[in-house]
């Protein structure tokens, strides 16, 4: 009786290619399953494993009406996956694109002081606003939609900018560099139907951006008073201005301080 395994013909020898080969494509699976994690692509793509189980079964049972069907869909399926899943694949993208090795500090703790006063300062005068802090995803498409201002970051500047009666307090303000670069600019609203129904529509820009970029976004609203960080599709409320300073110096600061790999090693070559 023939082997089940006789078709196969395995190689006489490990080679180190193939321990690449399959760090990479491991690699792959593991940064595939990261980005899908959570979002609706897992449904989606339960979805798909369903449709192609049916069109084997019709196959299989020559259920032929059925599998017609079956098979003009799955012969789309790529410019379907293209479609659907723009946003995960412009993500996963941007993702790719950025480089381990040269990480800039682009904002200072002094920085961070003023943001934090003019968060808190907001919040207790019920006044919304939405603070982006742009990091290594560049913000270009969402900085075109406001004004440019290009200003030294103050506390007494943010403040005049969401004030309701300034011209500029509808939409949200750009962090750049350090630097305020813009104002009343438009962002992207999440299209996760899992949020919380106690947020409005400034959380829901604020978690649109953070799904396809790696900016950190501080929300106030006016309503509750509740100031909140949103960061890579999660919103965390913060309870006091203690938590927010701790919060975002470990984001800006403590990682930013520890040296990245590249670094590491050219020292060590000098």
Known sequence: MPSLFSSFSLPSSFRWQDAADILIVSFIVYRIIILIRGTRAVQMLAGALVIALLYFLSTALDLLALQLLLRSVL?????ITVIIFQEDIRRALTEMGKTPFFKSRNIAANDLTEIISAAVSLSRRRIGALIIIERETGLQEYIETGFIIDSCLLQELLLSVFLTKSPLHDGAVVIKQGRIHSAACVLPLSKNLNIDKRYG????????????????????????????VVQGGVITPMRDEEKLETVLKDIFLVREQKPSLWKR???RQQ
Do not use: Y
Not at 207 to 228: N, R
């Open 201 to 228: 529509m400034r959380h829901r820009a604020a978690l649109g951006l953070s799904e396809m970029t790696d900016a950190v976004i501080i929300s106030v609203s006016e309503e509750t008073q509740e100031i909140s």
């Open 265 to 267: 090693w050219t020292s």
């Open 75 to 79: 012969s789309s399926i790529l410019l």
